[in-house]
C-alpha cells in the first residue's frame, strides 16, 4: 500500500499517476489487466483536467466543469460493461457495485476516513431538496421541502460502520446534481444553484481521488 498517498485528503493526479506507476509497469509487463489500467489512466487523465480548469479560473462556470469531470474519472472507476443486454450497466447500480466493492478492499480506511470529513457537506447535500429523485422527476419547485431523513441515515450509516451505504447515499446526491448540469436542468455558472454545487465539489474533489487511491492501492 503506497504509504505517500494521504488519507482523508484530496489527492492530486501526479501524485496517484506517480502511486500507480510501479503497479501499471508490471501488469504491462506480464500483459494482463488491461481493462483496470485503461479505468486508472482515464480517471487520473480527468482528475488532471479538473486541475487545470480550477487552476485557470476561480468561476462558478470553472467550479461546474471541475465538478463534472472529477465525475468522469469516478465514471471511469464505476462504468462496467453488461455484456447480457448488450450496453453498459445502468449508472447507479454500476456505482452501487463499485462503492462496496472498494469498501470491502479498502484496507486503509480511506473511504470511511473521507466520510467523516465531509458530514458538513452530506448535511447540505442530503437535505437537499432538489437533489432527490422526486424533484428530479416532477420539477415541482413549489412543493419541495428539505429532506432531513437522509442527513439522519447517512450518520447512522457512518456511526454504525457501514462506509459502503454513506458513501453510496451521499455520491448519489452528487450524481443528481451532475445530471443537472449535463443535461440542461442548471445552468452553467449559475448563481441559483451554489447551494449544492459548492458542497458537491468538495465532495467529489475529495472522493474521486480517494477511490482511485483505493483501486490504486488494491485494484478492482
Known sequence: ?????????????????????????????????????????????????????????????????????????????????????????????????????????????????????????AKELLESPFLISHFWRSGEWDNVRPNRGLSAKFRNELLEGRPSAAVHRLLIAVYFLRCQIIHGGATLGSGMNRVTVEPAARVVRLLSSQLVAVVVDHGL
Open 1 to 121: 500500500m503506497p504509504q505517500s498517498l494521504a488519507i482523508a485528503e484530496p489527492l492530486s493526479s501526479i501524485e496517484l499517476h506517480a502511486a500507480w506507476a510501479p503497479t501499471k509497469a508490471k501488469l504491462v509487463k506480464e500483459d494482463r489487466d488491461e481493462p483496470l489500467r485503461i479505468r486508472v489512466h482515464r480517471a487520473c487523465k480527468a482528475l488532471k483536467q479538473a486541475e487545470r480548469i480550477e487552476a485557470s479560473s476561480k468561476s462558478r462556470s470553472a467550479t461546474d466543469a471541475a465538478l463534472v469531470f472529477r465525475w468522469v474519472a469516478l465514471n471511469s472507476l464505476y462504468g462496467r460493461w453488461n455484456s447480457e443486454y448488450g450496453s453498459p450497466m445502468k449508472d447507479r447500480i454500476a456505482l452501487d457495485h463499485f462503492t462496496t466493492q472498494a469498501c470491502q478492499v479498502d484496507q486503509a480506511g480511506r473511504i470511511a476516513a473521507s466520510l467523516e470529513t465531509l458530514t458538513h457537506e
